[in-house]
């Protein structure tokens, strides 16, 4: 299962995201990781949570970013709910295409795997595409 929150740099999508994320670890009876691209959200995030800066690593593409989610899903089959805050910051691709091609690929990996994600987007739901808006 893929859920976005989508809405312009500003619009408390970051906040949300975090109070989803401290309700995950409360309530979900496995693993809660949280993907954001450097370290601000270090005191905000319960350390139950798995907090790990995209910074860290030389995320360049989707494809890289599909690696690291099979990756963590094969080192850790305990995790639940996969968080991922500000998605076009972290792969700098923002086209269209890329992110609904993703995000089909999470839905699908989601269900193979039992995982939920969440993810955070700076765009305008109007302006996104049908196939990305599914996911709200």
């Not at 450097?38 to 949570?49: C, D």
């Not at 995320?59 to 970013?65: D, I, K, V």
């Not at 996969?82 to 091609?101: G, H, N, T, Y």
């Amino acid at each position: 299962m893929v859920k976005l929150m989508m809405g312009l740099k500003g619009s408390g999508k970051t906040k949300q995201l975090i109070d989803l994320v401290k309700k995950a670890v409360e309530d979900e009876h496995g693993d809660v990781v949280c993907l954001e691209r450097g370290p601000e959200l270090t005191l905000e995030i319960p350390h139950k949570a798995r907090l790990i800066s995209a910074s860290q690593y030389n995320f360049g593409s989707y494809e890289f970013l599909k690696g690291f989610i099979s990756g963590l899903n094969a080192s850790n089959y305990d995790i639940t709910h996969i968080f991922i805050d500000s998605l076009q910051k972290i792969v700098e691709d923002d086209s269209c295409a890329a992110i609904e091609e993703f995000l089909n690929w999470l839905d699908r990996f989601g269900a193979k795997e039992n995982i939920k994600f969440t993810i955070s987007l700076s765009i305008e739901p109007s302006l996104a595409s049908e196939g990305i808006r599914k996911y709200l």
